[in-house]
């Protein structure tokens, strides 16, 4: 808990920040510190290795030394859930936080944005697209998963077909969720692309320094869209697969801007816009 430090200070240079373990390779600082040159506001955000033993000292210190909040990354999504004041309902459902609000009172409230972040990318790029267009795929059953599945509900999705290569952990999401979401086998991989109109891949396979993603795609519909949750590379193994055969393609930097405009919305007080120029920004990091 954070002791209820009284932190408003509207006009005073904002302080936002990153907490995980490594940090080094997020985008997210050229992200929100373009956006508030954009905005002309005060501040900056930055990034904190906190590890693991030095966590719930971090938490304390947010309100304390008055920043306007952080997001999270591994491997400290989970453990934060007990350390904050408050979660959004669906933080709560995914079981995972990746931003932090440090509230006016000092308290500090939770959520997760990653889903709906991923569920926005695909349609900004594919406007035609909504979650009950037809069944949806996803691969992976971690904290991406978890939080695409969870949105991709709460959207209106009518049938999820899990697939992760550690079956169990797909009949656990299958059972939180209930109904659109049914678990899938590994080996029943390839059909259950079957007649689908997007499929999502919430794993890190394709990732630099990754393999690429075992998953044939024959029985993937031609207007299926295919979205990967992966921005580094900018063009996964599955996403240059995918667009050879005619499918439109998404990667995970429309996920990643997404999630990140509520959080500096929260905490520097506008709405920011992804622009051309932002997506430039980013790009030029690879
Ligand atoms: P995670 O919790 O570690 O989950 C990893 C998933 O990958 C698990 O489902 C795991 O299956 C699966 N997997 C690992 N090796 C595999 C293999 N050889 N074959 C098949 N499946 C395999 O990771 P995460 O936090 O969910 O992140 C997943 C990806 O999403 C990462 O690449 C991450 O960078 C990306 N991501 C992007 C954003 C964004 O803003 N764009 C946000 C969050 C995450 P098992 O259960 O069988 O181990």
């Not at 594919?126 to 059953?141: E, K, L």
């Not at 209930?178 to 919430?202: C, K, T």
Request: glycine share 10%; net charge positive; proline share 8%.
């Amino acid at each position: 808990m954070s002791g209820g430090v009284p932190v408003a200070q509207p006009h005073a240079f904002g302080i936002a920040g990153l907490l995980g373990w490594p940090v080094a390779h997020s985008r997210s600082p050229v992200i929100h510190n373009h956006w508030l040159a954009r905005y002309g506001i005060a501040g900056r955000y930055v990034l904190f290795p906190v590890e693991p033993e030095n966590l719930a000292a971090a938490l304390r210190g947010l309100s304390v030394l008055r920043l306007r909040g952080c997001n999270v990354t591994t491997p400290h999504k989970q453990a934060v859930i007990p350390l904050v004041d408050r979660i959004d309902p669906l933080a709560q459902r995914i079981g995972a936080i990746n931003t932090i609000v440090v509230e006016a009172d000092g308290t500090l409230h939770g959520f997760n944005n990653d889903g709906n972040g991923f569920v926005q990318g695909i349609r900004d790029a594919q406007p035609q697209w909504r979650p009950d267009a037809g069944p949806i795929a996803v691969v992976g059953a971690g904290g991406a998963a978890r939080a695409i599945v969870a949105s991709l509900a709460a959207q209106g999705a009518r049938e999820i077909r899990l697939v992760n290569r550690t079956y169990e952990r797909a009949r656990e999401l299958e059972a939180l969720f209930g109904p659109p979401v049914r678990a899938v086998r590994w080996s029943e991989r390839a059909e259950a692309l079957d007649g689908v109109a997007l499929l999502a891949n919430a794993t890190d396979q394709g990732m630099v320094g990754k393999p690429a993603l075992d998953l044939p795609l024959d029985r993937l519909p031609k207007h299926a869209i295919v979205g990967d949750a992966i921005y580094t590379p900018p063009v996964t193994p599955l996403l240059a697969a995918a667009k050879a055969r005619g499918n439109a393609t998404v990667n995970g930097l429309g996920m990643l801007l997404n999630q990140a405009r509520p959080a500096f919305n929260a905490w520097f007080g506008v709405m920011p816009e992804i622009t051309p120029e932002l997506v430039k920004a980013i790009e030029a990091t690879f």
